[in-house]
């Protein structure tokens, strides 16, 4: 079965700073990543999404990712961290077709002004 | 209209009670999903329609039933509910067919409450 692994429940910065959450996926076939973001008391929002056309992906809000085959990984990255970037960020991934999303734990960005 | 809707916002339901979430696309999706999330957690999928058939049901309880009217329209029946189903749940629709990494867009979602 697919998997994502998120490590650290809680990341850390300072407002300007470098934003780096890490995803970790476990497949034994091309996985198809996502990360998602999730504000207090709504949905999740789609910020990027891995298709295998390239292996830097860039999404909204200034994120980006990049697919590294050889470390099973999918960080996902901000130049310089905003206030509004606080909020619970998850990697997931998915089967084939209409399969649902297994997600990872989840990991809470704390943006410090 | 790139949303997907849910109603209501909030449920509050005794345990003998029974209810209805609702979820409304109209992006021509013929892929929808219902997740369910507890506090702090990550959404845990529930079940899967594509092409207005069950096609998958993560053993889930029957006191949870799905209804998929409709290609927009995507229904939770919810009866004899326990406290410990008191979570967010998320409705989800995505294009179905041949793309593999087609994404998922979701409602807001609908905050339920069993008593």
């Known amino acids: 079965a697919q998997s994502v692994t998120q490590l650290g429940s809680h990341v850390s910065v300072s407002e300007g700073a470098l934003v780096l959450l890490r995803c970790n996926y476990s497949s034994s076939v091309p996985p198809y990543l996502f990360w998602y973001v999730q504000y207090p008391n709504q949905g999740l929002q789609l910020l990027l999404k891995y298709t295998s056309a390239a292996t830097l992906v860039k999404g909204i809000n200034g994120f980006e990712a990049e697919f590294k085959k050889s470390e099973t990984s999918f960080h996902l990255t901000k130049p310089s961290a905003h206030m509004s970037d606080a909020a619970e960020y998850f990697c997931?991934?998915?089967?084939?077709?209409?399969?649902?999303?297994?997600f990872g734990k989840g990991t809470h960005l704390i943006i410090q002004p | 209209d790139t949303e997907v809707t849910q109603t209501p916002k909030h449920l509050v339901m005794g345990m003998t009670n029974k209810k209805s979430l609702k979820c409304e696309q109209h992006m021509g999706h013929r892929a929808m999903y219902w997740y369910k999330q507890k506090a702090k957690k990550p959404p845990e999928l529930m079940f899967v329609?594509?092409?207005?058939?069950?096609?998958i049901n993560e053993s889930v309880p029957s006191r949870f039933s799905p209804e998929c009217p409709n290609s927009s329209l995507l229904n939770l029946h919810l009866h004899a509910l326990q406290p410990e189903d008191s979570a967010l749940y998320l409705c989800a629709s995505s294009p179905a067919g041949a793309r593999l990494y087609n994404e998922q867009f979701f409602g807001p979602g609908t905050r339920l409450t069993v008593l």
């Open positions: 329609y594509s092409y207005e058939k069950l096609s």
């Open positions: 997931a991934v998915k089967g084939g077709g209409a399969d649902g999303l297994t």
